[in-house]
């Protein structure tokens, strides 16, 4: 059994598996262990299960038995399908997020969503203008509306590539387009995963790793992007800001929200809600000082980011927030919500909401949230909580300690803008060597890690080599408790990095967003590369995940290397049991898209390794190394 020292890095996730475990709690850990070993087949990725001839599982063992599935496939094909699924998977969460978005933007020009609005109007005609709506004279509504139409377009069939693909520069779309790479629509490139993974069609793993990278590009450039650009539309575009980080941020005197997910459609009204004077007054009413609301995951990255509202923790904090005993209720969206919340909600009075007809949980209470009823939902919904509080078990409650202080807001209009509003300073820092390379260090908590401890170690190392470091995702909440999301933590980069950091008063790590904001990154290495006249794979920038579990993490990290960025990953996923594609990954896209993925689980090493990347293209480019 593994010690709770080994589980997680934090203090108050400790405390709170300590206290799980005293009271009889089952968590993600324990469930873990019970899973230990996994199926070596499945983690290979050599089991299919795509037809009733089966199920087949491919020998390891080479020229023995079982080196074919029943209708052939060896283990090639059946590791290239199962992988190209993977990442069908994970392009259609991100998608389906962003088609969300377009459905609010059509119903407020329709005038059917009165409870959202254009928050950001200057970004609204920019983004229209960009893709070629024209804005002048024309009402806010019409332009919305229009918009929304040429983005619906992005999921479709009839279009020969994504709108937003125009933003990469002329190289890369080149390189899509020899190798058939370029996301034609969303939906599209979905589909078409799931049809060249139904037995007798793509037998090739190559042609069917080039469809997944496909796949993850329409996600990156089309699903992702549009779900940020719409977002920051509707909800204003992120400026930077302060807030606070960890379980600390629990009131004891007040009716604890926390707000899980990914969406900010349903978050944001939740958070409005809670701000409001009668219910406010209602909770006073109850005993309780007022009403908190607190993040968990994306959906608490989106609010953390447009308006401050503290972090109580990323994905292994989940569960463990319910534990303190002070956490009223729990309003999830959907996305990496672990299904055994409602169970745990069960052993305290914490009511577990779900909002989403596409996300039902067995046992939670629902609310069947639309963009229509948005508002008048949440208040019933925020109601709920407050009168949870009455039931709140004083002598259970446990909330670990005090919150660490955090800054966020850095959407790439508010880099530029703290730059002087061109990019030509931050390349000028990198050419000089203040800042040798920007990495994106992305993505989750997997309890096969001691949680955050890659994220954190990795995020260190690079610092001190002069490495600017963004995050996104979960990894945010683990540098915020690190302390490398305020100025101060410039103390720990190297002597460059500090020098910038302390002359823009920024953090060393910088915070972007949520997962589908990944997609400012993309924007911001077009950006970058455009203005340098070279393609994204000759900048001295890489990506990293390392602690990631989910689909939609290996679809951000197929379309970063697609789109020219080295990616670590901490471990690999479900492909060694195919040379073939586990050859391509870690080495062959390197010819194909000028990038490739590295697997290591060494923060040192991992360190190393993407230094190195970062040394080579710099000498590339004829800047110093
Ligand atoms: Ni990203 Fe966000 Fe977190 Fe991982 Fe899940 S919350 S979309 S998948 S676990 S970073």
Known sequence: ???????????????????????????????????????????????????TM???????????????????????????????RFIAGGAAGHSDHGRDLIEVLAGVAEGECPDYGIRDKAKLVRIAEELGIKSEGRSEMD???????????????????????????????????????????????????MHRTHMGCDNDAPSTLIHAA??????????????????????GTPTPSESTANLGVLKKDQVNILVHGHNPVVSEMILAAARMPELVARAKDVGASGINVGGLCCTGNELLMRQGIPMAGNHLMTELSIVTGAVEAVVVDYQCIMPS????????????????????????????IHPENAMEKAREIVALAVDAFAERDASRVE?????????????????????GGTPDPLIDAMKRGAIRGVVGIVGCNNPKFTQDSMNVGLAKALLKKD????????????????????????????????????????????????????????????????????????LPVAASSPEWYSEKAAAIGLYAVASGIETHLGHPPNILGSDTVTHLATEGLEDLVGARFIIEKDPEEAAERLDKRITAKRVGLGWNP
């Open 143 to 193: 332009i919305a509306g229009d918009l929304a139409e040429v983005l619906f377009g992005d999921f479709g069939s009839r279009k020969a590539e994504v709108a937003f693909l125009k933003r990469a520069p002329e190289s890369r779309r080149e390189t899509w387009k020899q190798l058939g790479m370029t996301p034609r629509g969303v939906d599209r490139e979905i589909a078409e995963m």
């Open 214 to 235: 496909r796949t993850a590009l329409a996600d990156g450039w089309a699903g992702s992007m549009i779900g940020t650009e719409l977002s920051d539309i509707i909800f």
């Open 399 to 419: 909330i670990p300690h005090e919150p660490v202080p955090i800054m966020t807001g850095f959407s790439n209009e508010a880099i530029l803008a703290a730059v």
């Open 467 to 538: 490495i600017l470091v963004l995050v996104t995702g979960c990894v945010t909440t683990a540098a915020g408790k690190a302390g490398l999301l305020m100025p101060e933590g410039a103390e720990m980069a190297g002597p460059g990095l500090k020098e910038v950091c302390g002359a823009l008063g920024i953090p060393p790590v910088l915070h972007m967003g949520s997962c589908v904001d990944n997609a400012r990154i993309l924007q911001l290495c077009a950006l970058l590369a455009e203005t340098c006249g070279v393609d994204i794979s000759d």
């Open 341 to 368: 919340m409602v169970q745990i909600s069960g052993c305290y009075h914490t009511r577990f909401i779900t909002t989403s007809g596409k996300a039902r949980f067995t046992g939670a209470t629902h609310f069947d």
């Open 54 to 84: 089966g199920p087949c599982r491919i020998s390891p063992k080479k020229g023995g038995k079982m080196q074919r599935g029943v209708c052939g496939a060896d283990a090639d094909v059946v590791v290239a399908r199962n992988f190209g």
């Open 1 to 51: 059994k593994r010690k709770i020292e080994e589980l997680s890095m934090w203090e108050d996730a400790r405390a709170m598996i300590r206290k799980a475990q005293a009271e009889g709690i089952e968590t993600v850990w324990d469930r873990l262990e019970e899973q230990t070993p996994h199926c070596r087949f499945c983690e290979l990725g050599t089991t299919c299960r795509n037809c």
